[in-house]
């Protein structure tokens, strides 16, 4: 074998995303373990299309991950980002996933999360600047 070397970079090949996929895939597998990988969106629209919120997540094995949400600032503090977390819990409660989770940083959401139900499993704070410490949150479905 040639020796190996590491290599950084910022746009990973699709036959590198395919082989990475298939050797998890294959060990998860073989310990019986339903990988269940999904990436999938909500989106808040009105009639005409105009996207005002932004709910961005994937299901991994058991649980669901909220990767990105946004609300637009024209309609943040009526509701909606609740709706839409409530519209998340609908679509996955009783189809067989465990729970919700979800990260976000000091500056964004976390008193926002926790009037919405969730519960913070840990905080890992950012020394160097406070505003990105990280809550780490659950909700159990």
Same mark, same amino acid.
Request: with cysteine; hydrophobic share 35%.
């Given at each position: 074998m040639t020796?190996?070397?590491?290599? %950084?970079?910022?746009?990973l090949s699709e036959a590198a995303y395919q082989k990475m996929?298939?050797?998890l895939e294959k060990y998860e597998l073989e310990r019986g373990i339903q990988i269940n990988y999904q990436k999938f969106a909500l989106l808040l629209q009105d009639e005409a299309g105009e996207i005002y919120g932004v709910l961005n997540a994937y299901t991994a094995y058991a649980e669901v991950y909220i990767d990105d949400f946004w609300i637009d600032e024209s309609?943040?503090?009526?509701? %909606?980002?609740?709706?839409?977390?409530? $519209?998340?819990?609908?679509?996955?409660r009783n189809?067989? %996933?465990n729970n919700i989770n979800?990260?976000?940083n000091a500056?964004? $959401?976390?008193?926002?999360?926790?009037?919405?139900?969730?519960?913070?499993e840990f905080v890992r704070v950012n020394k160097t600047d406070p505003?990105?410490?990280?809550?780490?949150?659950?909700? %159990?479905?």
């Open positions: 020796p190996l070397k590491f290599t %950084y970079t910022e746009n996929d298939l050797g309609i943040r503090g009526r509701g %909606y980002g609740r709706q839409m977390l409530q $519209a998340l819990e609908d679509k996955f189809s067989g %996933y979800l990260v976000t500056f964004q $959401a976390p008193e926002f999360y926790k009037k919405c139900g969730f519960q913070v505003r990105l410490t990280k809550t780490f949150f659950i909700k %159990y479905l």
